[in-house]
């Protein structure tokens, strides 16, 4: 069956290091991988979306990569702030237009 | 920016209650929505996707009599939790798509807290 995972459900690190997260599929060939952030008690707000052929999407401090031979995308975020602690949801879809199936995220904290 | 607004954002009441939530797209049109629950420290699972002027397709697993859906117009679905019980207590997302914009993300809403008693 279909499976995503985050690599750890939580990750704390130092204020102004880079945080990275990890997405890993398995039985599923998505079009689509994006990556949302989530606060508690809100939904999802969208972050980045990468597709099948491209190998790397930057905005701002973000950095998204999406590797479909090791079925892997990583999430970066530089120079990292308190107020990027949050949980992070990595998305797939076949395509723009199709349902999305979410990862169990990995809840990020940022401390000073 | 395109904002999917919930209605209500909390909600409680007893066993046996049945419960209607309202996610309306608010400055775009949406000939899809889709519906999710959350479960706390989980994450989101799909429960169907509404489609404007047909009937909704449900994912395995989902009740489609105890899980109501209705998209009557291109800016409203809702979602009714028919005869909920404590089991149906969980955080409803809905997220919509711009349809005048097919490649861009959908847009969530903030989410409805469901409590059963």
């Known amino acids: 069956s279909q499976k995503i995972e985050q690599n750890s459900e939580a990750l704390n690190i130092q204020e102004g290091k880079t945080a990275t997260l990890t997405c890993n599929y398995t039985?599923?060939?998505?079009?689509?991988l994006q990556w949302y952030r989530q606060d508690p008690g809100r939904g999802p707000v969208f972050l980045l979306l990468i597709r099948e052929n491209e190998k790397e999407k930057r905005k701002e401090r973000l950095k998204v990569t999406f590797d479909t031979t090791l079925k892997q995308s990583l999430f970066h975020i530089t120079a990292s702030q308190p107020a990027d602690s949050a949980t992070y949801l990595c998305?797939?879809?076949?395509?723009?237009?199709?349902?999305?199936?979410f990862g169990s995220g990995t809840r990020l904290s940022i401390r000073p | 920016g395109a904002v999917v607004s919930q209605h209500p954002s909390r909600v409680i009441c007893k066993s046996g209650t049945s419960v209607k939530i309202e996610c309306r797209s608010l400055?775009?049109?949406?000939?899809?929505m889709f519906w999710y629950r959350q479960f706390p420290k989980q994450s989101l699972m799909l429960m169907a996707t509404?489609?404007?002027?047909?009937?909704?397709?449900?994912e395995q697993g989902v009740e489609k009599d105890k899980f109501l859906i209705n998209h009557a117009s291109l800016t409203l679905s809702t979602l009714t939790v028919t005869s909920a019980h404590p089991e149906d207590s969980s955080f409803y997302i809905c997220?919509?798509?711009?349809?005048?914009?097919?490649?861009?993300?959908?847009?969530f809403g903030d989410g409805t807290r469901l409590s059963i008693l």
């Open positions: 509404s489609n404007e002027g047909s009937k909704a397709t449900y």
């Open positions: 998305a797939l879809s076949y395509s723009s237009a199709s349902k999305i199936i």
């Open positions: 997220s919509a798509r711009d349809r005048s914009r097919a490649n861009q993300p959908q847009h």
């Open positions: 039985n599923y060939s998505p079009a689509y």
């Open positions: 400055d775009f049109q949406a000939t899809t």
